[in-house]
């Protein structure tokens, strides 16, 4: 990500750092970060307010808004119903050029979340909630979870757990919630979430991290806030924040990149933090703060014959690429699994776990272009995510909790393999 | 890189002569410019500092420990600026960069030398050295360079007075007894950490002050003159750090920490011609007495260890019995023998057995205090006993097996020393680009170690405790730091033996392999019992079960 200052943008950094200077302290920050999102932003922002009314602090809170730059008039709808003071208003997108759009279609992502901190460390919150801007359905109650495990619990970060069928969000259930968990030992479900709640303390901490302007901050930023606070000092939980329905921002990224974004992310992190993790054994439960509800609706169909193809395809073609990261033993494995009738075709857990882990090493210890290796992840994600959607058929939200509870097992079991492998690397070829 | 001010108790230092590493404008010569080629072969060996032996501008009588100017470079590696970009390049590869400050003495060719020579006796010009009508002065003052030197005085036709020198007849040593002299080397340093240079290595720092009636070396007017130079840095550049280069027992290197207001680093002298005695012996003994033998040291200080490096492997700090030992067990060429001392490199010291040499460098990077891994050692390198002084250990770097080793495009004759190339450690048969390509070797192995040593901070800032088992060829000692507790075993021997630890302390805990991460049965109350491989080591984390 990088930005091309001008004159203008200069003097709209300094009036924003004089906006924040001479604001009043405030006990609570809720941040919303947008991008053309005027058609639900206006929601959010009065489910915002009537959280803070009922909770009595509308007087000690702050509304900062982070816009990327929208052009449909978002900004002009928070502005017709928060005015300043109560409204702190973050030009950093003025005279940017964003090169990177993530899959969560939110450009300048981190840029607007470190924008949100310092305004609240500056403002002395105690506590911090972002919120998304392009949420549907906005519910009070929802954002007050955010910030009242923080204020009234002492909790310092309050990761969301929305209510999901069993085929969606899979890449979190299948990739980045197991590794998230055997690597950092705690069991937060959906730690790359956009949202979240955080304490004055963890939020003075993440000003002081490193990875603010690291490569792909925009696209993992939320993912290594969660995995910060994960590895420091800090008590967790999670809030049940109902089911989340948001309004796409753009055409949606393609499965390939969106996976390799997301894994990039997940797996840049492992270098820097190795000496936490790999000591790290098992996992712990954090508290669940509110009521997880049933899910009304049927979850999404997955066109399980068209992912098991794209499996066979990726076998078939990929092949090459993948015994540069994968152990003999994985590829032939693949093989069989390849030439399996469909109504058999299972992917069995440790092998999956055992994937992800080579992966992960070799996007570490790089082999060949990083970007390559992840997208080359895809079909075998393809046929990870048959394996499960058709497992899966018909569970209800206990159920999926009870099968992803398994893969993490298997996750956390193999584990020592990665830090072998991690240990005393061998090439494969 | 970190902001950490104890950041050289976590580092693996890499020692290099910028002459032999890599010649980047074919003149034979190692450079700047080749060097600064090469930084991502050593981002990817794992150290992160970088030693450079002198690059300054001399005479070259001494390898470059001849300064005839201090600050700027050497002709022949280069310029300033071309330092400075490899400086930056280094940083932002997260490496630092460690230089040499000779403070003791110039060259004779130094232009504060000639003119001290020339000026009349008494003027502040000429008291920059120390001279005397007589040779008499300083009486009984060893000489340390036995084989070159026969006295610490030589006479200078132009002053008509003699000058003293530590070293070489060609290296007259610095007057600090003189406050300009004092200004001009503090000026030196600025210059240096100014740039950005992150450590400084001060050469020869037992010999800086000299007394009537005494060894002229680590006497208390010299320790004032470094904790001066330690305030002056700690207030000009907070966060650079001093490494003491004093070749003295334990108990006189000790006093170059103070207390903690000296240097922040010193070698480890006597250690390393120990652990090279037990292995021979196959007996664990003297490497524990060496250790046992060295005092505690301040937090904030560091020792720095060394299996070799760019000098003789010194045995100064051994007793009578123990040099002829060493000399019998790995200098029978005369050849060998320099000074003091047996000039070898690590490879050829122990008949290129690479069990030997594994074990050797596990000792190396888990005892107390940072590593130093000398250019060329990590991929095995051989020496040539018949080049002069100690130049057979600092022949070209040996990165390919095409022309020159891959180290210059120059014609051969060109090339500052010749290369290596004997069948068994010559450059066809030990080279970077082979051993790149092959998983199996010594520099693959070197690279995996260093990189776990590195995850590990246990090493590096943590305490020893020697276990006692009864079999005097296994080493077993536990390191902590924190909630880490390392336990390492090694067997001296060239045979499998077996072990039976008294590991009572830690009932209950699991010993996890640390190269495998490969879990071994819990310690219980019964001794532990282990079978090594001839020259095998372990190394491993004890955890709680159910941590």
Known sequence: MASTGSNSSVRAAEAEAAQVENAAPAEVVVGLTSHNDAATIGAVVHAVQAALETAGRADTARLVLADAGSSDGTREVVRGLVAPPRLIELEYARGATFREMPYHGAPGRATALRGILEAAHQLGARACAVVDANRQAADPACIDLLMTPVLRDGFDYVSPYYARHANEGAMTKGIVYPVFRALYGARLRQPAASEFGCSGRLLSHYLAEPFWEAEHAAAGIDLWLAVAAACGDFLTCEAALGAREVSPRGAPADLSTTLAQVAGALFADLDTRVDGWQRVRGSVEVPMVGTVPALETDGPSLNLDGLVESFRLGSRELRDIWTWVLPPRTIVELRKMSDAPPDRFVFDDRLWATIIYDFAFGYCHPVMPRDHLLRSLTPLYSGWLASFAREMRGAGLAQADERVEQLCLAFEAEKRYLISRWRWPERLR | ?547
């Open chain 2, 1 to 547: 890189m970190t902001n950490d001010a104890l950041w050289y108790k976590d580092a693996i230092i890499y020692e290099l002569p910028v002459k032999s590493f890599c010649d980047g404008n074919a003149d034979g010569i190692g450079d700047f410019k080749g060097l600064h080629e090469k930084l991502d072969y050593l981002q990817a060996l794992g150290v992160n500092c970088l030693w450079l032996l002198p690059f300054f501008p001399s005479p070259l009588k001494d390898d470059g420990y001849d300064i005839a100017a201090y600050t700027s470079v050497h002709p022949a590696y280069g310029t300033l600026d071309d330092f400075k970009a490899f400086l930056d390049a280094a940083h932002a590869r997260g490496m630092r960069v460690v230089i040499e400050l000779v403070l003791n003495h110039t060259s004779d060719q130094h232009p504060w030398f000639q003119r001290a020579r020339s000026a009349p006796p008494g003027s502040p010009e000429r008291d920059y050295y120390v001279w005397s009508d007589t040779d008499r002065r300083f009486e009984g003052v060893r000489i340390i360079f036995v084989d070159a030197e026969r006295s610490n005085w030589t006479w200078d036709p132009v002053a008509q007075a003699y000058y003293w020198h530590r070293f070489f007849h060609h290296q007259p040593d610095l007057n600090y007894d003189n406050p300009a002299v004092v200004r001009e080397m503090l000026a030196v340093l600025d210059f240096w950490l100014d740039m950005g240079v992150d450590g400084l290595r001060l050469d020869a720092v037992p010999y800086l002050v000299e007394r009537e009636h005494t060894s002229c070396e680590n006497l208390p007017e010299t320790h004032a003159l470094i904790k001066a130079i330690r305030r002056h840095v700690d207030a000009a550049t907070p966060g650079r750090m001093l490494l003491a280069e004093a070749n003295q027992l334990p108990a006189d290197v000790r006093a170059y920490f103070g207390d903690g207001d000296e240097c922040h680093m010193a070698y480890h002298f006597p250690v390393m011609p120990r652990i090279f005695m037990g292995l021979h012996a196959e007996d664990r003994q003297p490497i524990v007495d060496a250790m046992e033998q060295t005092p505690p040291i301040p937090e904030n200080c560091q020792w720095a260890l060394f299996l070799r490096n760019h000098d003789e492997l010194t045995l100064e700090m051994v007793t009578d019995d123990e040099r002829d030992y060493m000399y019998l067990a790995y200098s029978l060429d005369p050849q060998a023998r320099l000074n003091l001392g047996i000039r070898r490199r690590l490879a050829p010291l122990v008949g290129n057995n690479r069990r030997r040499i594994e074990l050797l460098n596990a000792l190396l990077f888990s005892f107390p205090g940072t590593p130093i891994v000398y250019y060329g050692d990590e991929i095995g390198m051989g020496d040539n006993l018949y080049l002069g002084d100690r130049n057979g250990v600092r022949t070209p770097m040996q990165w390919t097996g095409d022309r020159n080793a891959g180290f210059s495009r120059a014609d051969a004759a060109r090339l500052y020393s010749p290369l290596i190339t004997d069948p068994v450690y010559g450059y066809p048969a030990v080279n970077v680009e082979a051993e790149e390509s092959d998983t199996a070797s010594l520099l693959h192995w070197m690279r995996n170690m260093i990189r776990l040593r590195r995850q590990f901070k246990v090493f590096g800032r943590g305490t020893i405790e020697f276990l006692s088992p009864a079999n005097r060829k296994v080493l077993a000692y536990v390191r902590r730091y924190r909630d880490d507790i390392i336990l390492c075993v090694a067997n001296l021997s060239r045979t499998v033996q077996p072990a039976e630890l008294d590991l009572g302390a830690f009932d209950g805990m699991v010993p996890v392999e640390m190269l495998g991460y490969t879990e071994f049965p819990a310690i219980g109350s019964l001794p532990y019992f282990l079978t090594l491989g001839p020259y095998g080591f372990y190394w491993f984390e004890l955890q709680r079960p159910g941590r």
